[in-house]
């Protein structure tokens, strides 16, 4: 406004300066959208970098800017799995948003006051962080995740609940081989033990694991870990219903333990390296 004004050269090249750099300067469109808070960094001086999973484009990463200062208007929205409302800028050549404002819908802070809560919580969000894509939506995972960590807040940190978490996010990847029938022979089972190397998606009966079929299941030459009919019996509830039936149920704590161990290996094999927040699981005797 001054420069359109003003006929001193300061004010005039103030005016062009302007005027030229607009096109150039694309316009960049405000973003709204729900979404859960995978992680952050703190980010130079103030900032902190997000990792959050925006329920329509998918996993996204982004800055906000000044929300490690203390006032930040961010205040606590950009906690761990805080299911928030947010607003960013995306520009088509950065691989980084900006954020812009973030509302929270729930937040799930006060789990953290359990130990055990806080590692399933942290556990959700390595897992779902690790396995999704930049970018590639993922509305199912983003129920998982809220029903999960809702499930955490009415029942407590359960076995079941991560169980069902980790069988369903293994099978939203893809990875997840039969719970009823011998992925070599195909035999359906009856009621004994089966077999899965550490990572595989299939398992195999008694028979082809003695005859060596079972090695052959990927990944080749893992020592074979036994998996009982309780644990079966777990997986097949929770890959049949909601959570809240599953929950009903009164699943068993130690099958929930051996079927989330055994989703767990699949999920460790698929991202190539160990979950932190796994070793930080108590698992008790029952493991
Ligand atoms: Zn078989």
Redesign the pocket.
């Known amino acids: 406004m001054s420069g359109r004004r003003a006929d001193n050269r300061r004010g005039l090249s103030l005016f062009v300066l302007t005027r030229e750099g607009e096109p150039a300067r694309k316009r960049m469109p405000l973003k709204e959208s729900e979404a859960i808070v995978l992680r952050t960094f703190p980010l130079g001086e103030g900032d902190r970098l997000v990792s959050f999973l925006d329920r329509q484009s998918g996993k996204l990463r982004g800055v906000a800017r000044g929300a490690k200062l203390p006032k930040s208007r961010f205040g606590s929205t950009l906690e761990l799995l805080s299911y928030i409302r947010i607003w960013y800028f995306e520009r088509e050549t950065r691989e980084l948003v900006r954020i812009n404002q973030c509302e929270l819908i729930e937040s799930f802070l006060d789990l953290q006051r359990d130990y055990q809560a806080g590692v399933y919580l942290a556990l959700m969000s390595e897992i779902t962080e690790a396995v999704l894509g930049e970018r590639e939506a993922a509305d199912p995972q983003f129920r998982l995740l809220l029903v999960s960590a809702r499930a955490i807040r009415t029942n407590g940190p359960i076995p079941a609940i991560l169980a069902y978490f980790c069988l369903w996010t293994v099978r939203l990847g893809g990875w997840l081989g039969s719970l009823d029938q011998?992925a070599?022979?195909g035999?359906a089972f009856g009621q004994e033990t089966v077999y899965a190397s550490p990572g595989s998606s299939g398992m195999?009966?008694a028979?082809?694991r003695e005859d060596g079929r079972g090695l052959y299941l990927e990944p080749a030459g893992a020592r074979m870990k036994s998996i009982s009919q309780v644990a079966l019996l777990v997986g097949r509830a929770a890959l049949s219903g909601t959570l809240e039936r599953m929950l009903k149920g009164n699943p068993s704590l130690p099958g929930s333990n051996e079927i989330s161990s055994f989703a767990l290996d699949i999920l460790e094999h698929h991202i190539e390296r160990k979950l932190v927040a796994r070793q930080m699981l108590v698992t008790g005797k029952s493991e």
């Open positions: 011998c070599r022979c035999r195999c009966c028979e082809c």
